[in-house]
């Protein structure tokens, strides 16, 4: 299975971005796909996360600015990330969680993002 992002960039505080992520088989592989996030000497963090049966979670520091979402007709998950801040700077990686409970042990390569003015 391949997971490949895009949508990264640079852009200004309170600027918006929209990640996207393709994958290789159908999205019903997956209990949930998620989007992670790698700060400079951070630890990965996740951000957000949809189940199969649509339900959506999201972490405190993003809610009410980003969203995830998916379209189950073409296997791919979106992040629509609003009102960014320079905090929201890091790699983004969308992932793969086979079963409930177990890991996200499908990666893509990440996606740049940097918030700067």
């Known amino acids: 299975v391949q997971l490949v992002e895009s949508g990264g960039g640079l852009v200004q505080p309170g600027g918006s971005l929209r990640l996207s992520c393709s994958i290789s088989r159908s999205i019903y592989t997956f209990y949930s796909m998620a989007w992670h996030r790698q700060a400079p000497g951070k630890e990965r963090e996740l951000v957000a996360r949809?189940?199969?049966?649509?339900?959506?979670e999201h972490v405190d520091s993003v809610k009410d600015r980003f969203t995830i979402s998916r379209d189950t007709s073409e296997n791919m998950v979106f992040l629509q990330m609003n009102n960014l801040q320079s905090e929201d700077t890091a790699v983004y990686y969308c992932?793969?969680?086979?079963?409930?409970?177990?890991?996200?042990?499908?990666w893509g390569q990440g996606t740049q993002v940097t918030v700067s003015s």
């Open positions: 949809i189940i199969h049966s649509g339900e959506t």
């Open positions: 992932a793969g969680q086979r079963d409930d409970g177990e890991p996200y042990n499908y």
